[in-house]
């Protein structure tokens, strides 16, 4: 109990005087006739020129004073600047919330004053961590995992290049929280923000929202979308946005319409309204403040990094297709191109298009370039980022690894950011940056199958999923995390190449870490319970005997090779490496 109310009361205070900006300056500015909103934007008492300011529907530019006048109904209940290149917003000691925004307090008719006060710095060259799909619910030890488990792996790589003097910064990209159990247990988005700054986490965070991060309690109606949000907006701030870092744009979405529709027979937690279900897609609210962003930069070839939770773009098939689908709808259920494609139109004549997203807790880079009959999106890459938690916090909360659904491990993806050059790799809670591939020696995977008495109810329950225990014989499956088209893959036994097969298929590990304690162990046996889920990331040799050693060599796109000497027979395990 002492514990939660420390949380509690870290929360009332951040949404008290931390979430935004409270700084006042000694610039003169008053509000022009019919402005609403009005301030300056200054720098160590300096008035900085053609800073933008919005509320979300309008945007303006300070003048050669620093100031800015809004005419504004005040609607989102808010007003923030795009922090220009070469500074930074400041960050409350024990928060990580940079100060780029301020609520509103007076009436619609009422000129209010806010201003903002940034920091030079050389930002040009920097670093992103890009993290996603945090579902903090105080479940499971979440909090504990979250403190023990992932910060050391995100502090170590903060440290190493704030060890070379440059700046990093993180994108999250949703679901820090759990709507389904808000008021069951007592913790929201608020407790989320103040749990970061309690744990310590070392960076700024530009943080948007999920589809868990609204307020489940929310009556559905026309105005559902925005007043489920209003939890959000009091801690966060404005759930769409932009801000510049050296000479990338990067941009801040909300891409989910929540609806919580009223539904028989739905899973409803204490105070929930709804169903609280929802829809892909970026309103047009949003649509036309990103058309006016996007209008204010003149130079095509600056790279532009939108960050939202849901993934916009993926192949189609699981095997090498080029076919893209896309997650955006204006229903329940359907996948379908066109409200992708007009959310993809803002970003015409762009030289470089990186969406960040989460969502699905899958690891998924997907070049839109490869469908050649939509050149519209050729400039775009999606990077669908692994879940912080993984499958929830389960599987290392039951004595296995931090895996997520495609069995690809819980983890976040690094950005270095050298002016207008992007580069990535994905750093896993486990094993960090230095592992990016995990190999199976499918005999050893068959004989815990065909002698696992838990495996076996698992498979006797779920009959779609597949059955390891009838794999031919020296097979061995290699799950590349992060695998896109460009990346190479070698295999050589006693200096002999094998072939090498992109064979999409389930990963054994993560039916063991995850199907096995959340069937068996809980006694919640219910039949085809777990879908059958293959990953596009495996790839399949076979070699001549059970105990050759295999020499296994895998390159990203960018040229890092990372490889493994696979001594046979390999032991499978729930937590191998």
Same mark, same amino acid.
């Given at each position: 109990?002492?514990?939660?109310?420390?949380?509690?009361?870290?929360?009332?205070?951040?949404?008290?005087?931390?979430?935004?900006?409270?700084?006042?300056?000694?610039?003169?500015?008053? /509000?022009?006739?019919?402005?609403?909103?009005?301030?300056?934007?200054?720098?160590?008492?300096?008035?900085?020129?053609?800073?933008?300011?919005?509320?979300?529907?309008?945007?303006?530019?300070?003048?050669?004073?620093?100031?800015?006048?809004?005419?504004?109904?005040?609607?989102?209940?808010?007003?923030?600047?795009?922090?220009?290149?070469?500074?930074?917003?400041?960050?409350?000691?024990?928060?990580?919330?940079?100060?780029?925004?301020?609520?509103?307090?007076?009436?619609?008719?009422?000129?209010?004053?806010?201003?903002?006060?940034?920091?030079?710095?050389?930002?040009?060259?920097?670093?992103?961590?890009?993290?996603?799909?945090?579902?903090?619910?105080?479940?499971?030890?979440?909090?504990?995992?979250?403190?023990?488990?992932?910060?050391?792996?995100?502090?170590?790589?903060?440290?190493?290049?704030?060890?070379?003097?440059?700046?990093?910064?993180?994108?999250?990209?949703?679901?820090?929280?759990?709507?389904?159990?808000?008021?069951?247990?007592?913790?929201?988005?608020?407790?989320?923000?103040?749990?970061?700054?309690?744990?310590?986490?070392?960076?700024?965070?530009?943080?948007?929202?999920?589809?868990?991060?609204?307020?489940?309690?929310?009556?559905?109606?026309?105005?559902?979308?925005?007043?489920?949000?209003?939890?959000?907006?009091?801690?966060?701030?404005?759930?769409?946005?932009?801000?510049?870092?050296?000479?990338?744009?990067?941009?801040?979405?909300?891409?989910?319409?929540?609806?919580?529709?009223?539904?028989?027979?739905?899973?409803?937690?204490?105070?929930?309204?709804?169903?609280?279900?929802?829809?892909?897609?970026?309103?047009?609210?949003q649509m036309e403040w990103l058309r006016k962003d996007l209008a204010l930069i003149e130079d095509k070839s600056t790279p532009i990094v939108v960050g939202m939770h849901c993934p916009v773009f993926r192949m189609r098939s699981e095997h090498n297709s080029t076919e893209l689908y896309s997650y955006f709808t204006d229903k329940d259920g359907g996948r379908t191109l066109p409200p992708a494609l007009y959310f993809a139109e803002a970003f015409k004549g762009f030289e470089q298009v990186h969406f960040l997203t989460g969502?699905?807790?899958?690891?998924?880079?997907?070049?839109?370039?490869?469908?050649?009959?939509?050149?519209?999106?050729?400039?775009?890459?999606?990077?669908?980022?692994?879940?912080?938690?993984?499958?929830?916090?389960?599987?290392?909360?039951?004595?296995?690894?931090?895996?997520?659904?495609?069995?690809?491990?819980?983890?976040?993806?690094?950005?270095?950011?050298?002016?207008?050059?992007?580069?990535?790799?994905?750093?896993?809670?486990?094993?960090?940056?230095?592992?990016?591939?995990?190999?199976?020696?499918?005999?050893?995977?068959?004989?815990?199958?065909?002698?696992?008495?838990?495996?076996?109810?698992?498979?006797?329950?779920?009959?779609?999923?597949?059955?390891?225990?009838?794999?031919?014989?020296?097979?061995?499956?290699?799950?590349?995390?992060?695998?896109?088209?460009?990346?190479?893959?070698?295999?050589?036994?006693?200096?002999?190449?094998?072939?090498?097969?992109?064979?999409?298929?389930?990963?054994?590990?993560?039916?063991?870490?995850?199907?096995?304690?959340?069937?068996?162990?809980?006694?919640?046996?219910?039949?085809?319970?777990?879908?059958?889920?293959?990953?596009?990331?495996?790839?399949?040799?076979?070699?001549?005997? /059970?105990?050759?050693?295999?020499?296994?060599?895998?390159?990203?796109?960018?040229?890092?090779?990372?490889?493994?000497?696979?001594?046979?027979?390999?032991?499978?395990?729930?937590?191998?490496?």
């Open positions: 109990m002492k514990r939660f109310l420390t949380l509690v009361a870290l929360s009332l205070i951040f949404g008290a005087t931390t979430a935004q900006t409270t700084f006042s300056s000694t610039l003169a500015a008053k /509000p022009k006739k019919g402005s609403t909103i009005y301030g300056t934007v200054e720098c160590d008492g300096k008035p900085l020129e053609g800073v933008k300011v919005s509320d979300g529907y309008h945007i303006v530019t300070t003048d050669k004073h620093g100031v800015y006048n809004l005419v504004s109904d005040k609607r989102n209940g808010n007003v923030f600047i795009t922090i220009p290149s070469g500074y930074e917003a400041p960050v409350a000691v024990g928060d990580i919330v940079p100060q780029y925004w301020a609520h509103l307090t007076a009436d619609a008719q009422t000129a209010e004053r806010h201003d903002f006060n940034l920091r030079a710095v050389n930002n040009d060259n920097h670093i992103v961590l890009a993290v996603t799909d945090i579902h903090i619910s105080h479940q499971l030890g979440d909090i504990e995992q979250l403190e023990q488990n992932v910060m050391p792996r995100i502090r170590a790589e903060v440290d190493k290049y704030r060890s070379q003097n440059i700046p990093v910064y993180t994108l999250c990209m949703g679901d820090s929280s759990f709507d389904l159990f808000w008021y069951d247990y007592n913790y929201d988005i608020a407790d989320f923000r103040a749990t970061m700054g309690k744990i310590g986490y070392p960076t700024p965070i530009f943080h948007t929202m999920g589809n868990h991060d609204n307020d489940g309690a929310t009556e559905p109606d026309a105005n559902t979308d925005f007043n489920a949000t209003k939890r959000y907006r009091e801690v966060f701030g404005p759930t769409y946005y932009s801000f510049d870092i050296g000479k990338v744009h990067y941009i801040m979405l909300d891409n989910i319409r929540y609806r919580n529709q009223k539904r028989e027979n739905m899973k409803k937690g204490k105070n929930m309204a709804g169903a609280r279900n929802y829809d892909h897609i970026v309103t047009e609210e969502h699905t807790h899958k690891l998924i880079t997907t070049h839109c370039k490869l469908d050649t009959r939509y050149p519209e999106v050729a400039n775009i890459i999606d990077h669908n980022v692994s879940a912080i938690c993984g499958a929830w916090w389960f599987t290392a909360a039951h004595g296995g690894p931090h895996l997520a659904p495609d069995g690809s491990p819980a983890g976040f993806t690094v950005f270095p950011v050298n002016g207008k050059n992007l580069e990535w790799y994905f750093t896993s809670v486990d094993c960090g940056a230095e592992r990016q591939f995990r190999a199976f020696d499918l005999n050893s995977v068959r004989d815990y199958y065909k002698t696992n008495g838990e495996i076996g109810i698992v498979m006797e329950n779920n009959p779609q999923r597949t059955n390891f225990a009838t794999v031919e014989d020296n097979l061995v499956a290699i799950h590349i995390w992060d695998w896109a088209y460009d990346w190479k893959v070698t295999v050589t036994e006693n200096g002999k190449p094998l072939k090498v097969e992109h064979t999409p298929m389930e990963n054994p590990q993560y039916t063991v870490a995850y199907c096995v304690p959340k069937s068996v162990w809980r006694r919640k046996l219910t039949p085809n319970m777990f879908k059958k889920d293959k990953t596009a990331h495996m790839f399949l040799v076979k070699a001549s005997a /059970p105990d050759t050693t295999l020499e296994i060599s895998v390159t990203d796109s960018f040229g890092r090779t990372y490889t493994e000497k696979m001594v046979r027979p390999k032991a499978f395990t729930k937590n191998m490496q």
